[in-house]
């Protein structure tokens, strides 16, 4: 679901025509539909209602402030994994009782600053890590909660580059560790060992998995209550899917279905429950814009050259991932409608393209023999479900400046980051300092 559909061949966001925006405010360019957004969220707090569980938007999979500060104001809370998510999420006005902060390798100074703002998690990756924490505490005169982050060995079936949850993994620790764990942290008065925290892998295109994997943790749960640990919240982590194909992913309801009687009982007996989704608001609330420079043979391949690529985009290179990419204008004959954003579309006329960006890098591509419409110099293309793990993980590499962000919100359109320049490219380099 999301408001991005073409009009009389033209694409369109909410009420704005995105050819013209292109045109107007320059390419690449990131554009957010703010109605998407919301109703993302919206639907994912309805779907989980008999839970009424915390959701910790991952702001990893899509960080600007001004997205953050919309779910914020619905009240969200963030899943950071860095001092500089958590800076981010303070600038976006988040609750910072609604903080759950992961990640394996927290510095001394990223974790003073998480203390001090009080966040309401921190989600404990090993041993080393907890002794850490509980000691800096400590030294602080202050009283942490901590959940312990436990690989309940599922196979997500996602791909390899993002599975978590399996055994050998460097993420939490196995599931016979975490009695362990807990006999020897559990009375710790600085470090408040309090929750259970998993996350399986991402994208999980199926709610199988985490009901294997929570059902796992209740067991474990269940035994330390046994053993009269206090266990307050279950985080369960993110990894919902997004339709990168119309179809692909089941609904918030469907995974709700599966996943709330699991937890109810929980739930109703005075447990938190925790989500941590990322994709699943982000993907398809962002496309990302590029025009076409050239069109070029390679052999028998046509080559469609674009001013974007894995640079703004890297999740085809990185990940083997497939976005659908269309022209923002097109033929009659050639209008998709929403169900029709697949890899294999059955329209006329369509020819196979390598849909490759600037980068000097063979792995440099969006696509790779995709049939698109004809398209000329000067077309403006659409690459969707980019918000999620788009403008997050776009990077300088050839001093190539990254794209500007906009947000959509009806007719209006704002720009909530503007284009780098290439004096930002060499800002931190001016004023060479000897140490
Ligand atoms: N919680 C934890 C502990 C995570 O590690 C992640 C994602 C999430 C939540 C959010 O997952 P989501 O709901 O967004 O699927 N760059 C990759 C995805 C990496 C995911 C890393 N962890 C991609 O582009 O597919």
Known sequence: MDHFEYRDGELWCEGVDLTELAGRVGTPLY???????????????????????????????????????????????MDVVSGGELFRAQQAGVRMDKIVYAGVGKTDAEIRDAITAKIGWFNIESEAEFEN??????????????????????????????TTGKKETKFGVDIERARRFFERYGQDEHALLRAVHLHIGSPVYSPEPYVQAIDKALTLIEKLRHQDYQIDAIDIGGGFGADYESGQSPSFADYASEIVPT????????????????????????????????????????????????????????????HFIWPTKVAPMHQPDKGQRRLEMDLPGLE??????????SGDYLAKARRLPPVARGDVLCVFSAGAYGMVMASNYNAFPRPAEVLINDKRVTQIRRRETYQDLVAGELEPTEL
């Open 352 to 361: 196979p393209c390598e849909v490759v960006g600037p980068v000097c890098e």
């Open 263 to 322: 937890l109810k009982k929980f739930h109703d007996d005075g447990g938190q429950v925790i989500l941590e989704p990322g994709r699943t608001i982000a993907a398809n609330a962002g496309v990302l814009l590029t025009r076409v420079q050239y069109i070029k043979m390679g052999g028998s391949k046509k080559f469609v050259i674009i001013d974007s690529g894995m640079h703004h985009l890297i999740r085809p290179t990185l990940y083997d991932s497939f």
């Open 133 to 162: 924490i509980a000691s800096i505490a400590k030294q602080m005169g202050a009283q942490v909660r901590a959940a312990l982050r436990i690989n309940p060995d599922v196979d997500p079936k996602t791909h390899a580059k993002t």
């Open 31 to 77: 554009v957010y539909s703010r109605r998407t957004l919301e109703d993302h969220y919206d639907r994912l707090v309805k779907a989980f209602a008999q839970l009424d569980p915390l959701i910790c938007y991952s702001i990893k999979s899509c960080g600007n402030v001004n997205l953050c500060r919309i779910l914020a104001g619905r009240g969200a809370g």
